[in-house]
């Protein structure tokens, strides 16, 4: 406060951002998210970082210690997509993608979701939150006798209380500040062990927010629910894996992997928060400005949220609500426009 009792704004310097372009249409819509967000007036100081399956090939480099430690030292990091057909798969999801997640702590990936239920008009707006260092996506297991008709495989599902206990956690802090409604979607049927262990964190965790209403589905039910009843859903709180198919199911319902956005969040704010489109690179339209940029500039919208900047953030997500149709800088052009106009 000043003397006069007027708030002034926080002095602060411009957010540090490192920009990964990363391979095919990831540096296309990148460059399309970072032009709107510059239009918002917000300040950003930016470093591009030359990674991806393109860099692999060059020189070997997937995402080494000294980059990370780098990469640490900012305050987010906006990724476009990485992989390139000629790079074998596990490369660089493991190398990169998975290794951000894990040494970062990025522990929530967040996707919101606009869903209209069939003979609907008005969509109805979700969020996904999906567990995202566990599961088995960690990596435990083996292989014995590959290559032979004995050959056997082995991957196991980690899952810690701490783990679920916080991701559940997050989103009922989110569910708070929404409709005041989660609901747990596993497979406790089946999956007794981990899902048990999930359904005791999350009635513990529930016993702390009797605000909010809870429910649970089976994630084989909630496949139907996101296609014919959106409308039930305000949080979804869900593993890793549950997580990474259920969230590619509700970009389909949703306008399309084109309009998916995605953020990486460390919420302890020990580090940097990563923020992407769902979508990979897209080698098949790569370099035609045929890809949409929407789903990488809503990503950005979800980064200014959480540097602060909300009021940008919901000035860049007004400016996408209206369809808009051309090449990918026509279309981040047409963004900017509304934003400046
Ligand atoms: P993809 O998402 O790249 O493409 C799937 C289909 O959707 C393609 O037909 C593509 O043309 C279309 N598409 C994707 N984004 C689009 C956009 N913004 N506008 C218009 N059309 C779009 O998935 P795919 O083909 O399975 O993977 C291609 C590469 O991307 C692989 O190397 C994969 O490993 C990688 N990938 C990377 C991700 C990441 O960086 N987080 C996520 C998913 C895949
Ligand atoms: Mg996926």
């Known amino acids: 406060m000043t003397q006069s009792g007027q708030h002034t704004a926080p002095q602060r310097g ?30 950003l100081e930016t470093t591009e970082f030359d990674l991806g399956g393109h860099r692999y090939l ?5 995402l080494s210690d000294a980059t990370l430690a780098e990469l640490a030292t900012y305050d987010a990091i906006l990724l476009g997509a990485v ?14 993608l998975l290794k951000m997640r894990f ?33 088995p996506y960690v990596g435990e297991g083996g292989v014995l006798r590959k290559g032979t008709p004995f050959e056997v495989a082995t991957q196991g599902s980690v899952n810690t209380r701490m783990g679920a206990e916080r991701a559940i956690r997050y989103a009922f802090e989110l569910a708070m500040t929404r409709r005041k409604h989660v609901t747990l979607v596993h497979k406790t049927n089946v999956l007794t062990f981990s899902g048990d262990l999930w359904e005791r964190a999350f009635n513990d965790v529930a016993a702390e927010f009797p605000e909010v209403g809870t429910a649970y589905n089976h994630v084989d039910a909630a496949c139907i629910y996101f296609v014919q009843d959106p409308h039930r859903y ?16 509700g970009g389909a319902v949703s306008g399309g992997i084109g309009l998916a956005s995605s953020a990486n969040l460390n919420p302890a704010r020990t580090g ?18 045929l890809a949409n940029p929407i789903a990488a500039i809503l990503s950005a919208a979800l980064m200014l949220d959480f540097l602060g900047e909300t009021e940008a953030g919901d ?6 609500e209206e369809p808009v149709t051309g ?3 026509q279309i981040g052009d047409t963004i900017v426009s509304r934003l400046v106009g």
């Not at 702590?105 to 567990?131: K, M, S």
């Not at 305000?234 to 199911?249: A, E, H, M, S, Y």
Request: aromatic share 4%.
């Open 14 to 43: 411009a957010h540090r951002i490192a920009i990964i372009g990363g391979d095919g249409i990831g540096p296309e819509v990148t460059a399309e998210a970072l032009k709107v967000i510059r239009a918002t007036g917000v300040d």
């Open 58 to 62: 060059r020189d070997g480099e997937v």
């Open 83 to 96: 992989g390139t057909p000629d790079v074998p798969p596990g490369v660089i999801e493991r190398g990169l």
């Open 103 to 135: 040494s970062l702590d990025l522990y929530i990936n967040q996707r919101p979701f606009a869903g209209t239920a069939p003979g609907g008009t008005v969509p109805h707006e979700f969020v996904v939150i999906r567990e995202n260092t566990e599961g």
């Open 234 to 249: 305000d949080v979804i709180v869900t593993d890793n894996l549950f997580g990474d198919i259920l969230t590619d199911l």
């Open 272 to 289: 940097p928060s990563m923020f992407e489109p769902s979508h990979g690179s897209a080698p098949d339209i790569a370099g035609k400005s």
């Open 315 to 320: 000035r860049v997500r007004a400016a996408c």
């Open 327 to 329: 090449s990918t800088t």
